[in-house]
């Protein structure tokens, strides 16, 4: 493997699936993170819960392809790469940082992940060729100005690979409103709603703030 570069203001946390003590499946994953910088650069609290989800729901993700937006340093996707899917990791094609250290820490991992710009609303050629059958996104809904653009490429998404989903972890802020507002806008409807405590393991929960919430959203068509 080659050696990783590690930068001034780098650190690399490790983040542990199973109990490495009574499981055979269980394994870690190393993300390179940096204090400096804003947003795609560390691990956000919402990306840790998604990631247990998909460790915890591991056998759906086995075989299927899967496609993380704003990606960041992409924990829930590398979990869903080690658990056998093949994984595309996305992010913003403004922030070509962010994308070199996606791949950077897919080598560190050694996980093979697609890796591509795509900018929510924006429709380059690649998109069109995507077919996930699983979207991931955590702490994407974090700005009200985004929500038009991220969910004209959800629902895109969504409708051109009939059954798939879009489970995506966010800090609930407004009550349910949010979520029952984008359904309607977009045609699409929510088949799972769950609080991260209801789920997360209890090591890992004492280190959550705030009310973060999972869902699940198809197509309606
Ligand atoms: C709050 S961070 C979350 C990062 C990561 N998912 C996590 O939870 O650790 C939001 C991410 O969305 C990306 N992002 C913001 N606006 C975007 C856009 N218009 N298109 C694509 N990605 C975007 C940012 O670059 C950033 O990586």
């Given at each position: 493997?080659?050696?990783?570069?590690v930068?001034?203001?780098?650190?690399?946390?490790?983040?542990?699936?199973?109990?490495?003590?009574?499981?055979?499946?269980?394994?870690?994953?190393?993300?390179i993170?940096?204090?400096?910088?804003?947003?795609?650069?560390?691990?956000?609290?919402?990306?840790?819960?998604l990631?247990?989800?998909?460790?915890q729901?591991?056998?759906?993700?086995?075989?299927?392809?899967?496609?993380?937006?704003?990606?960041?340093?992409?924990?829930?996707?590398?979990?869903?790469?080690?658990?056998?899917?093949?994984?595309?990791?996305?992010?913003?094609?403004?922030?070509?940082?962010?994308?070199?250290?996606?791949?950077?820490?897919?080598?560190?991992?050694?996980?093979?992940?697609?890796?591509?710009?795509?900018?929510?609303?924006?429709?380059?050629?690649?998109?069109?060729?995507?077919?996930?059958?699983?979207?991931?996104?955590?702490?994407?809904?974090?700005?009200?100005?985004?929500?038009?653009?991220?969910?004209a490429?959800?629902?895109?998404?969504?409708?051109?690979a009939?059954?798939?989903?879009?489970?995506?972890?966010?800090?609930?802020?407004?009550?349910?409103?949010?979520?029952?507002?984008?359904?309607?806008?977009?045609?699409?409807?929510?088949?799972k709603?769950v609080?991260?405590?209801?789920?997360?393991?209890?090591?890992?929960?004492?280190?959550?703030?705030?009310?973060?919430?999972?869902?699940?959203?198809?197509?309606?068509?």
């Amino acid at each position: 493997m080659e050696p990783i570069e590690v930068q001034p203001m780098t650190t690399i946390s490790t983040h542990s699936f199973g109990d490495a003590s009574d499981s055979d499946d269980a394994f870690s994953i190393r993300i390179i993170e940096n204090m400096k910088e804003e947003y795609g650069m560390f691990v956000w609290p919402c990306s840790v819960v998604l990631a247990e989800y998909v460790w915890q729901q591991r056998l759906r993700f086995a075989g299927v392809n899967v496609l993380e937006l704003g990606a960041g340093t992409s924990l829930p996707g590398l979990v869903s790469a080690r658990v056998g899917s093949h994984v595309t990791l996305s992010d913003s094609s403004d922030r070509p940082e962010v994308l070199s250290n996606v791949r950077r820490v897919c080598l560190l991992n050694g996980l093979e992940c697609e890796i591509m710009g795509l900018t929510w609303g924006e429709w380059d050629e690649p998109v069109f060729n995507l077919e996930p059958n699983i979207l991931l996104g955590a702490d994407v809904l974090y700005d009200t100005q985004d929500f038009d653009n991220l969910f004209a490429t959800v629902a895109f998404l969504l409708k051109k690979a009939p059954g798939s989903v879009f489970i995506t972890t966010y800090h609930n802020r407004s009550g349910h409103h949010l979520i029952e507002y984008l359904m309607v806008k977009w045609s699409l409807k929510c088949t799972k709603l769950v609080d991260a405590f209801s789920f997360m393991p209890s090591h890992k929960a004492s280190d959550l703030q705030g009310n973060i919430q999972l869902v699940e959203i198809m197509s309606c068509e």
